[in-house]
């Protein structure tokens, strides 16, 4: 059976109440729900975590090394534009992973166009809104 391990960064837990206009009304709850539906559907095993701290997003990145995780989807969120830590962590780990973002990142403050994680990633999706994270896990499912 596959294993993908959704990782959701700082804020994202505020989803369907923040920002609506930018980031959707689509809750965590209902993007984890979706998207452990389609895996039930596919025969993989999707486990999800979401912090608002760097370093616990590092110990789950650590913990999927070990844990027959084959592959990661990840929202950084504005650790995107700011955590070398987080990127040494993927890369530490050598598991394939997909950037996603639910706005389009290039499109909104400077600041937001750069990305610490982008180099290392198999794709990055932005702006696509939760469509986002599925097209990244059924790329996946086909990939690992």
Same mark, same amino acid.
């Given at each position: 059976?596959?294993?993908?391990?959704?990782?959701?960064?700082?804020?994202?837990?505020?989803?369907?109440?923040?920002?609506?206009?930018?980031?959707?009304?689509?809750?965590?709850?209902?993007?984890?729900?979706?998207?452990?539906?389609?895996?039930?559907?596919?025969?993989?095993?999707? @486990?999800?975590?979401?912090?608002?701290?760097?370093?616990? #997003?590092?110990? !789950?990145?650590? /913990?999927?090394?070990? *844990?027959?995780?084959?592959?990661?989807?990840?929202?950084?969120?504005?650790?995107?534009?700011?955590?070398?830590?987080?990127?040494?962590?993927?890369?530490?780990?050598?598991?394939?992973?997909?950037?996603?973002?639910?706005?389009?990142?290039?499109?909104?403050?400077?600041?937001?166009?750069?990305?610490?994680? @982008?180099?290392?990633?198999?794709?990055?999706?932005?702006? #696509?809104?939760? !469509?986002?994270? /599925?097209?990244?896990? *059924?790329?996946?499912?086909?990939?690992?």
């Amino acid at each position: 059976m596959q294993k993908v391990l959704l990782l959701h960064g700082p804020n994202l837990n505020l989803l369907g109440v923040r920002e609506p206009e930018i980031y959707g009304t689509a809750t965590l709850e209902d993007i984890d729900a979706r998207l452990t539906a389609v895996g039930v559907e596919r025969r993989c095993e999707v @486990s999800s975590f979401q912090s608002n701290w760097e370093g616990a #997003l590092i110990d !789950r990145i650590h /913990e999927a090394r070990n *844990d027959g995780t084959q592959a990661i989807i990840i929202n950084p969120g504005g650790l995107t534009h700011t955590s070398i830590a987080l990127r040494d962590a993927l890369a530490a780990a050598a598991i394939p992973f997909i950037e996603v973002h639910l706005s389009n990142i290039h499109a909104r403050e400077a600041f937001r166009n750069q990305s610490f994680l @982008s180099p290392l990633a198999l794709g990055v999706i932005s702006g #696509l809104g939760v !469509r986002g994270y /599925e097209l990244a896990f *059924d790329y996946l499912l086909d990939k690992i």
